[in-house]
C-alpha cells in the first residue's frame, strides 16, 4: 500500500524559507515520479513542482526560481526547499506519485506578516 506522509509546514515571513519533506512507503519508489502539489482556500489544487526517477524537475511558473524540489531514493524521501515565500504560497501542500490517485494529509504552509 503506498502512503505518504507531509511535514515541514509552518507559519513563516514573507520572503522566508521552509523545507517540506515527503516520507513514502511503497516499492521502486526510486521508480516513480513525484510531485509536490498545493491548495489554498477555495482554489483548486495545483501541481506546484515534480521529479522523475531520473532527477529531471520542472516547475509551475509561480514558483519558478523560488521552488526547489529533490529526492533521496535511500530515504524514499521527497523534499520541497522553498524560498522567497510570499503570502499567496500559503495553501496545504501535498506530495504524490503522479499519476496515481493517493494522497497523505498534507502539510499547512501560511506565509504571513
Known amino acids: 500500500q503506498v502512503q505518504f506522509v507531509e511535514s515541514g509546514g509552518g507559519l513563516v515571513q514573507p520572503g522566508g524559507s521552509l523545507r517540506l519533506s515527503c516520507a513514502a512507503s511503497g516499492s521502486f519508489f526510486w521508480l516513480w515520479t513525484v510531485g509536490w502539489y498545493r491548495q489554498a482556500p477555495g482554489k483548486l489544487r495545483e501541481l506546484v513542482a515534480h521529479?522523475?526517477?531520473?532527477?529531471?524537475?520542472d516547475y509551475a511558473e509561480s514558483v519558478k526560481g523560488r521552488f526547489t524540489i529533490s529526492r533521496d531514493n535511500t530515504k524514499n524521501t521527497a523534499y520541497l526547499q522553498m524560498n522567497s515565500l510570499k503570502p499567496e504560497d500559503t495553501a496545504v501542500y501535498y506530495c504524490?506519485?503522479?499519476?496515481?490517485?493517493?494522497w497523505g494529509q498534507g502539510t499547512q504552509v501560511t506565509v504571513s506578516s
Open positions: 521529479i522523475n526517477g531520473g532527477g529531471s524537475t
Open positions: 504524490t506519485r503522479l499519476g496515481f490517485d493517493y
